[in-house]
């Protein structure tokens, strides 16, 4: 079972390498100033991947997977799931501007975290909820997202068109704790292999700059 199960997951994680795009740095991208830690809110298909992604990433002190851009306070994943409250399952992201920036943020999450241009889906899991989408919390961050998208769509980074959302940020909710360190709890199970892992192992190989462990 090891064997099969170890075969499996390398066989998952060598289609997806052979995906992941290589995607230019941000033109814009100005580093705040007298800033320590700040956040960023970011929703790309289920949290359990994107979150793991980004606690790789050299800078990030914590994500915490939650939901952002609905209409009812304090929802819970099963109501969110329903799709009837305008939430997207999303990621918030404490992290050092020193460290990393705001724009090398937004690279890590188009270049392996998802795929921005399924509309409303990624992998097996569909509805408004997988969305893609960045939630800005400032106007300079709306100002790179913009500008990147912009960039990325100038420079057809993508065969199909990005269909990310860029809107302000009305607010995050946590998600339940079982949903927090799902990925490492959970790292063998059939949904964690095919879908997740293979982003993890993308991070580390194409951008080996940015990896810490985790």
């Not at 915490?64 to 918030?92: C, F, K, L, W």
């Not at 057809?156 to 339940?176: G, S, W």
Request: net charge neutral; hydrophobic share 40%.
């Amino acid at each position: 079972m090891i064997a099969v199960g170890a075969m499996f997951i390398y066989r998952a994680v060598s289609v997806r390498r052979a995906e992941t795009p290589v995607l230019p740095a941000p033109a814009v991208d100005p580093k705040p100033a007298a800033v320590t830690t700040d956040t960023a809110v970011l929703a790309g298909g289920c949290f359990w991947g994107v979150s793991e992604v980004f606690k790789h990433v050299k800078g990030v002190s914590a994500v915490v997977s939650g939901y952002a851009g609905g209409t009812v306070n304090a929802p819970t994943y099963g109501i969110v799931s329903s799709g009837m409250t305008g939430h997207a399952e999303s990621v918030q992201i404490a992290y050092d501007p020193s460290k990393v920036s705001y724009g090398t943020l937004l690279k890590v999450f188009f270049e392996v975290a998802h795929d921005p241009t399924t509309l409303n889906r990624q992998g097996p899991d569909h509805g408004t909820q997988y969305r893609s989408a960045i939630f800005y919390r400032s106007p300079e961050q709306q100002k790179v997202a913009e500008s990147y998208v912009a960039q990325l769509t100038a420079a057809h980074a993508f065969k199909d068109p990005i269909v990310t959302q860029i809107a302000p940020l009305p607010a995050f909710y946590r998600a339940e704790d079982y949903h927090q360190d799902y990925f490492t709890k959970n790292r063998y199970t059939p949904y964690i292999v095919i879908n997740d892992a293979p982003k993890v192992a993308a991070l580390e190989k194409t951008m080996p700059e940015l990896w810490q462990p985790h």
